[in-house]
């Protein structure tokens, strides 16, 4: 009794700052023609109800596909259609096919704000609890400290409810797979799984490391045994993804416009400064003036495959839980370096997954769960959202500190340089939010947080492949 | 103490979260100071009246919205314009909202003081634990408190800070530094007078206490009285208000002074009733009046229109029961400290039952007192929550005071964005309460019981909920909005009545128990 109501006391807090933090700014406010994420998640919902599904992702005189066109696969469409009939039932002004446009008033930014908070609910928070709660090696303690800091990781929050975005729910079924992995339900890991790869298709960040667990634990069962098990997850993968897309297998064209739509490459190499590979390597050499569009796409391609393999070989011959959940982080890692066209908010895939092992490795967690806020600085900037990501990193980072002792028995080289770290990141916050950059280099300070937070990735990265191979 | 400072960390960046949230007039009220105090000499801080919202708090406390308008010119200089009423630019928001937030540290000093010097550590190993170890318990219990959270980071107000130089003063009773607790009392007075409702209990205990001796068996001894203690109190006290008030009597201002932090014109109760004595006594005059209207005792022409359609003006005339003055509630008030003076002036128990003294003043002026605002009820809970490791029964009926005096903050927020914000906030903090009481006083719990209380306790306790969901969904959904718009009000503030009134009669028989106990075993 007690520990559930500690456990509530957890929930609700985070559940209040996540509230408290839906108060402040979302992207593209008074930024007409184009806004932002908020405004293409309510024009979806304006899409989705005002047009068949056939019609969903293909350019039209109705549905300008320039204009924030649906590019998310058909669970997000299913979502912001539900979205849609709710909102059309509270205010039809909301959703009116072209009308609705770049509205902005406080009741409907109300209601945005608890459509996410409602996802959050149903799935985020629920499976954050089942991955620490029902985890037969953590104290009662433990748990609560899993679940608190998986709760109160500020990234997510900022980014769902600041920012404005759905990823608690394919963050949530991810989580979902993997606690379902763990409990050795494989099959519903892999139902799971193929909804999160359904609502959004930046979760094949993490395809690699399931498909390599899943696979490998299949070799281990022996022939017959191995067989049967590929079979049965086969057909899950095969009838979860049927379903889901059952609206657009009419014809060839149909499926066709929707896969167009999920990967263009059409786009540049990263979208904004992103803390990547690519990014950072253009502060040296520009890569876009060298190479055509497709090249470039190869390039990014073949080195993400290559830097893919160590981790995905390694858990396909030793399949393990633990060891998934590193080759987890690894791999989102991976693609979030090396991948072409990367947002700066793809991060918080590698991010997640590693708050699954704070409690075993509270250090590199929450220096990474820092970090990782503090690389997506200019885009919350932007959101009006600097104070409350201030906030909340320290919210989270305190309570690792006193709940987890991080630094508890490190050597002092590793205090001193993860003082400095943190320190280093604070200093540019300050500084790139009080000084203006010299005229010839607008992106200065954009640049320093991301090949700051680069080279800290780049570390992590390097780390957490130590971690996989001597797990 | 690492989690301590982990903790006050902690809560305030989740002020520093809160900055955009809803604002009530006090935000305008404070504005208006800052441009009053920046503006004008300060001959003219209680006569200027370009906005309604005039300087009605003492003077020091025009002084700090002095000092702050001299760092406020560079965040928005347009903010201390006298005529810019409700001014509001970003930057003006962010100055006011963490002015807020800095001088909490005054608070959170006092409460690490308190916590550091007043709470005893109960187990060693427990020393880490926010839902165990007392000192960390209390500290949470004081720092993220509900009421002073929501009133100062949404509502918008200054009580952290006066709460701090409050508690700072208590800390200083229990250390037996007495002429520094007047210090800080008297400072405190100066800021913001309604601490005047708890002025009689350190008039009294400082007299008894510091002029007087007590012979061993705790008996008063007249002949210990020192002259030179009551001397230098009150120079202490004298120098304080002379400070604070010696230029505006200097300058024959006073009585003008005066008017403006007493203005009797105001009703007997506030616009939502306040959950006190009087918010019983109209609701029984308005239930009088229908049923004598029913049953033809009371013709309908009598009966003032206000009454009849259950609007809730400031000035609510009663039909049945006999209109209150200003004077009639302050001799109420002044009874109902009485015994509790008394008793700690004839069997005084330390500073621990000079906290008993404080609460209930503040009780006594909270339940009778004229023109009570409902968040008055934190001059209660604050103080209370000082006790809740001594007695089990202080930590049951502050279980129960707190919950439904939190509550009657409700009506303050009103938007839908803080109608949510409140219900969260007001969840976990009552949650947390009852977890840690109730597990520090190893509560047995029976059917349908909450932790530490009896059936009936935790029945009143749990109708809050339907309360709520009748107010916000069920009474507009019938319709009833435009018929009964006061309603959901009215009910609230009974129901809160009832169990502030409830909890007020059981603290005094404690207090008032407590000391026949002690009379027999001596």
């Not at chain 1, 446009?101 to 799935?123: C, P, T, W």
């Not at chain 2, 509001?88 to 006092?110: C, G, K, M, P, W």
């Amino acid at each position: 009794m007690q520990f559930y109501a500690k456990l509530s006391v957890v929930v609700l807090s985070a559940l209040a700052i996540r509230w408290s933090i839906a108060k402040h700014g979302y992207s593209g406010y008074n930024k007409p023609p184009m806004y932002g994420d908020f405004e293409a998640q309510r024009h979806w919902m304006e899409i989705t109800v005002n047009l068949p599904p056939n019609q969903w992702y293909k350019n039209s005189t109705e549905n300008d596909l320039l204009y924030w066109g649906l590019d998310y696969p058909p669970l997000t469409a299913y979502h912001s259609y539900l979205c849609g009939l709710v909102a059309r039932w509270i205010n039809p002004d909301w959703v009116a096919l072209k009308d609705s446009r770049g509205i902005q008033n406080e009741q409907h930014k109300l209601f945005m704000r608890y459509s996410v908070f409602i996802a959050d609910i149903l799935v985020y928070v629920p499976a954050c609890i089942l991955c620490f709660l029902i985890h037969h090696s953590y104290s009662d303690n433990n748990k609560l400290k899993g679940i608190a800091v998986l709760l109160l990781q500020p990234g997510l929050a900022l980014i769902d409810h600041g920012h404005f975005q759905y990823n608690s729910i394919s963050l949530g079924l991810t989580l979902l797979a993997t606690w379902a992995l763990g409990q050795h339900l494989d099959l519903f890991g892999a139902f799971f799984f193929c909804l999160a790869l359904n609502y959004k298709q930046m979760e094949l960040y993490h395809a690699m490391p399931f498909f390599c667990y899943l696979l490998g634990s299949c070799f281990q069962k022996g022939i017959s045994h191995g067989i049967m098990k590929l079979m049965m997850l086969g057909m899950m993968v095969i009838i979860t993804f049927g379903l889901c897309w059952v609206p657009f297998l009419e014809n060839l064209e149909s499926t066709r416009s929707v896969l167009v739509r999920l990967f263009p490459f059409g786009r540049g190499l990263y979208e904004d400064k992103v803390a990547n590979f690519w990014c950072s390597l253009s502060v040296v050499l520009k890569l876009k003036e060298l190479l055509t569009t497709d090249n470039t796409v190869l390039l990014c391609l073949a080195s993400t495959l290559l830097m893919l393999l160590p981790s995905s070989l390694h858990l396909l011959r030793y399949p393990g839980v633990q060891r998934f959940k590193v080759a987890l982080i690894n791999a989102a890692l991976v693609f979030f370096l090396f991948s072409f066209q990367v947002h700066e908010k793809s991060i918080l895939i590698a991010v997640i997954p590693a708050c699954l092992l704070v409690v075993e490795h509270p250090l590199v967690v929450t220096w990474f769960i820092t970090i990782s806020t503090f690389s997506m600085l200019p885009l919350l900037v932007k959101d009006g959202l600097l104070i409350p990501s201030v906030a909340a990193t320290f919210i989270c980072y305190e309570v690792i500190r006193v709940t987890l002792h991080p630094l508890h028995n490190k050597a002092t080289w590793i205090r001193v340089l993860h003082t400095l770290s943190i320190l280093g990141a604070i200093i540019l916050t300050v500084v790139s939010q009080v000084l203006t950059p010299p005229e010839k280099l607008p992106d200065l300070f954009t640049l320093m947080i991301t090949t700051y937070s680069f080279l800290h990735y780049a570390a992590f990265f390097v780390y957490f492949h130590y971690l996989q191979f001597t797990l | 103490m690492a989690v301590f400072w982990a903790v006050a960390g902690i809560v305030t960046a989740f002020k520093l979260l809160l900055i955009p949230s809803y604002r009530s007039t006090d935000f305008e009220v404070h504005r208006n100071w800052l441009a009053i105090t920046y503006s004008l000499p300060f001959d003219q801080w209680y006569r200027e009246k370009t906005s309604e919202w005039t300087l009605d708090y003492p003077p020091l406390f025009a002084w700090f919205e002095f000092y702050l308008s001299q760092l406020a010119r560079f965040f928005d200089p347009n903010m201390l314009v006298l005529s810019n009423l409700n001014y509001a630019s970003e930057n003006t928001i962010l100055f006011q909202r963490l002015s807020v937030i800095v001088a909490d540290l005054l608070y959170i000093y006092a409460v690490k003081q308190f916590v550091s010097k007043c709470v005893k550590a109960k187990k060693k190993e427990d020393i880490e634990d926010i839902f165990v170890n007392p000192a960390l318990v209390t500290a949470v219990l004081l720092i993220a408190n509900f009421g002073l959270f929501i009133v100062d980071h949404i509502h918008f107000q200054y009580n952290g800070f006066l709460s701090g130089m409050l508690l700072m003063s208590i800390v200083r009773i229990y250390e037996g530094r007495n002429l520094e607790a007047a210090f800080w009392f008297s400072v405190l007075l100066n800021f913001k007078h309604i601490y005047l409702y708890i002025a009689p209990a350190y008039f009294v205990y400082l007299l008894r206490y510091h002029c007087f001796a007590s012979t061993p068996d705790g008996k008063l001894s007249l002949r210990s009285f020192s002259l030179s203690k009551l001397f230098w109190l009150g120079t202490v006290v004298i120098f304080v208000f002379m400070v604070s008030f010696g230029p505006f009597i200097y300058m024959g201002q006073l009585e003008q002074v005066l008017t403006r932090l007493f203005p009797f014109k105001r009703g007997l109760c506030h616009a939502y009733w306040a959950p006190n004595f009087w918010a019983l006594y109209n609701a029984f005059d308005k239930a009088a009046t229908i049923v004598g209207v029913r049953l033809n005792l009371l013709s309908p022409e009598v009966i003032p229109q206000a009454a009849m359609t259950g609007g809730m003006v400031q000035e609510y005339s009663h039909t049945v029961l006999p209109s209150v003055s200003p004077l009639a509630t302050m001799v109420v008030t002044l009874l109902a400290m009485l015994p509790a003076l008394i008793q700690m002036w004839t069997n005084p128990k330390g500073p621990a039952g000079f906290v008993r003294g404080v609460v209930l003043c503040a009780f006594a002026s909270f339940m009778f007192g004229w023109h009570v605002h409902e968040k008055a009820i934190l001059l209660i809970i604050l103080p209370m929550i000082l006790l809740v490791f001594g007695k089990q029964r202080d930590a049951q009926i502050f279980l129960v005071l707190s919950t439904i005096g939190h509550y009657s903050l409700f009506p303050l927020f009103f938007t839908p964005f803080e109608n949510f914000t409140k219900v969260l906030l007001l969840a976990t903090s009552t949650i947390y309460t009852f977890l840690t009481l109730g597990s520090f006083h190893g509560a047995q719990r029976g059917f349908l019981q909450l932790p530490l209380l009896t059936t009936p306790e935790s029945v009143y306790l749990s109708g809050i909920v339907p309360l709520q969901v009748y107010s916000s969904f069920l009474h507009p959904f019938l319709g009833l909005e435009r018929r009964l718009p006061f309603l959901p009000l009215l009910l609230m503030s009974v129901y809160c009545a009832v169990g502030v009134t409830y909890c007020w009669v059981k603290f005094y028989k404690l207090s008032w128990d407590d000391k026949t106990k002690k009379l027999k075993t001596s």
